[in-house]
Every structure is written in structure tokens, then in C-alpha cells.
């Protein structure tokens, strides 16, 4: 196993990834495709249904370097089992938004996706000191809003986001807001129901046959030769990401 070197963007089979403990079904999935999964247990000053979200309380930044949510020991140490080297967020992640969303931004090779007036300075400060480009937006559910497909290519139903990212150079297919559950929530996102497996493998929590853009969204990635995954077959759910770490 080694570390995967552009967050996000695997260049081959996923063999660990950061995932909700909350839905056995998607880890059970995954784990029959030969990814191990460390399950993120909840953040106690998170809303219940968003408490063990992986996608609000980890940022992998590159090889084992990864910023975990402040105070947040267990998975600290799980992170530290499999030789990832920490840094804790600079403020506790907690509810009400925007607290809840500093370490929720779409890492996408030498881009970030984000709200910068919101993301943690930790955050911030290692994207400076690396020269990523910042892609600002006004969604703080930035890494919720999009499903990453390539280095230069995202599925999103915000405005902003397509408009700033498509000004960044991105290709992006705008779908509908909705159609997508988090209990708690009139609706989730798709970025938070999915996550890339493989160089051109993306995992879907549930089945996107049952969005209404689905076609659109196959069309999308088969352009790209990417294949769709569906861990069960059932409307898609929004479990905080699937969060690549580790590669074959």
C-alpha cells in the first residue's frame, strides 16, 4: 500500500479510504471491492446526522499528511495506525455552519475548492505554503457540493461552484439540486455520496439510476472512461464522502 500523492485523485486501486461508521451496507461494499475502511466515529459537537461525516472532519493534504478535526482522537489514531502524519484543525468542528465546514473543501490537484473566508487556518496556511490555487466559492460545503471525477473534471448542482470552477479551467456538468437523502436535511449532496476507488473508478452510496440527471451523469463519466460503482441498489445517500487515502 502507499500513500495516495494528490488527494482525491487515486492513480490506482483504492485499498483504504475514510468513510462514515454509520452505514455498515456501504462498508460492507466496499470492503468486498478490497478497500479497507477506517469508519469515523461521531464528532460530539456535530448535528447527529452529519456527526461522523469524513468529509467535515478530515483534509488529506499529500502522501501521510493529513489535517484531522481538533480534539478528535480516535481518528487520529486511526489515521496514525496506517502511518499518517497529523495536524489538527486550529479550531474545534462543530455546529452551527459555517463552523461545521472548515475542513470541507474539494482538494483537486494544484486547485482548492473552497470558501476561504470559512476554511480552517491550518488548512489555509498549508495551501499557501504549497502554492494551491484557490478556487473561491460561497458554498462552505465545498467538498459536499462536488463529485470529483479527474483532475479536471466535477459534477455539481451548486451555481457557484460550476461557474467559478468552469472560470478555473474545469469542465463540470451541472445537475439538479435534490434527489439525494441526509436524514435531518430537505436533501444531501452528491459529492458527499461519492468518492473515487480507483483512477477511473468512482463509488456511488446507492445507485444514481434513481437521480433524475442520471443519464447526464453517465454520459459525463463515460466520456472519461470512468465506471460507475454502486455499493446497493437504492436511491443515493449522502454519507460525508468516501475519502481516498491509500493506493495498491
Known amino acids: 500500500m502507499r500513500f495516495l500523492k494528490i488527494p482525491n485523485l487515486p492513480e490506482s486501486d483504492v485499498v483504504l479510504a475514510a468513510v462514515s461508521h454509520t452505514y455498515p451496507g456501504i462498508l460492507s461494499g466496499l470492503t468486498g471491492l478490497g478497500v479497507k475502511v477506517i469508519p469515523v466515529q461521531p464528532a460530539k459537537f456535530l448535528e447527529p446526522p452529519v456527526q461522523s ?67 480552517d487556518p491550518n488548512l489555509l496556511y498549508y495551501s499557501n505554503k504549497e502554492n494551491i490555487k484557490f478556487v473561491d466559492v460561497r458554498q462552505g460545503y465545498a467538498k459536499c457540493s462536488v463529485a470529483i471525477a479527474d483532475e479536471k473534471s466535477i459534477i455539481t448542482a451548486d451555481c457557484g461552484i460550476q461557474a467559478a470552477a468552469l472560470k478555473a479551467g474545469f469542465s463540470v456538468l451541472k445537475i439538479q439540486p435534490g434527489f439525494i437523502k441526509l436524514a435531518g436535511f430537505p436533501y444531501g449532496f452528491l459529492g458527499g455520496a461519492c468518492g473515487l476507488i480507483g483512477k477511473r473508478k468512482i463509488a ?21 472512461k470512468i465506471e ?18 491509500m493506493e495498491r
Open 228 to 245: 460507475i460503482i454502486s455499493l446497493y441498489d437504492g436511491p443515493l445517500l449522502d454519507v460525508g464522502g468516501i475519502i481516498p487515502l
Open 53 to 119: 461525516h469524513a468529509d467535515l472532519l478530515c483534509q488529506p493534504l499529500g502522501a501521510n499528511r493529513i489535517i484531522a478535526a481538533k480534539g478528535e482522537e480516535s481518528l487520529k489514531l486511526a489515521l496514525e495506525n496506517y502511518g499518517f502524519r497529523i495536524a489538527e484543525s486550529a479550531f474545534m468542528i462543530e455546529s452551527p455552519y459555517p463552523k461545521d465546514c472548515a475542513l470541507n473543501a474539494a482538494r483537486i490537484g494544484k486547485f482548492l475548492i473552497a470558501n476561504k473566508k470559512i476554511i
Open 204 to 224: 456511488f452510496a446507492g445507485n444514481p439510476v434513481y437521480h433524475p440527471d442520471y443519464q447526464k451523469i453517465k454520459e459525463f463519466l463515460d466520456c472519461r
